[in-house]
């Protein structure tokens, strides 16, 4: 799982709300659009949608190993 984060934010590390593929998953699936995501939305974003992130990430880690 961690593996797959640091592949999503690969060049974005210290500032993960700047990635451009997080902040398209963002505005994607929650409406959020991605030109007004700063550090506070991401943050509060984090906070609010932690179960469906974490979901997420085993999912990705699963389906990485089809690789």
């Known amino acids: 799982m961690l593996s797959i984060l640091l ?3 690969k060049g974005y590390r210290l500032c993960p709300w700047r990635s451009p593929y997080l902040c398209w998953r ?3 699936y929650w409406g959020i659009p991605a030109d007004r995501i ?4 991401f943050r509060d974003f984090v906070g609010e949608h932690r ?3 974490l ?3 085993r999912w990705a880690g ?3 190993r089809f690789e």
């Open 38 to 41: 700063t550090f506070r939305v």
């Open 62 to 64: 699963r389906m990485s």
């Open 55 to 57: 979901r997420y990430l």
């Open 7 to 9: 592949r999503l934010t």
């Open 51 to 53: 179960r469906e992130l």
């Open 26 to 28: 963002i505005e994607t």
